[in-house]
């Protein structure tokens, strides 16, 4: 599997902003994805997770009502929709996959967002 992350940018409080991953299925399909961040001078933290199969969805509680990830397994990627965003939400976003049982071994390039207040 190849992630290839794209759609952050500049936007200021309150707005939107959709980012999507697109998945290269290689050797092998994903049972999850999920979108990860990592702001200037802190640890990488999950955001949302989905089962590839089943459309599943978890949200970590800093996004929760805010974000929204979906898939779509036609065209193999993965967004995250992001709507009334903070500037807490400042940060490098990374899409990752992984298999049933293992970790997320997985990783985009990562795609940059900035929340202007």
């Known amino acids: 599997v190849q992630l290839q992350a794209s759609g952050g940018g500049l936007v200021q409080a309150g707005g939107s902003l959709r980012l999507s991953c697109e998945v290269s299925i290689r050797t092998f399909s994903p049972s999850f994805m999920g979108w990860f961040r990592q702001a200037p001078g802190k640890d990488r933290e999950f955001v949302a997770a989905?089962?590839?199969?089943?459309?599943?969805?978890v949200y970590a509680d800093s996004v929760k009502g805010r974000f929204t990830i979906s898939r779509d397994t036609a065209k193999n990627t993965v967004d995250l929709q992001m709507n009334s965003l903070k500037p807490e939400d400042t940060a490098i976003y990374y899409c990752a996959a992984r298999r049933t049982g293992e970790g997320y071994g997985t990783w985009g390039q990562g795609t940059q967002l900035t929340v202007s207040s």
């Open positions: 989905i089962n590839w199969g089943g459309g599943n969805t």
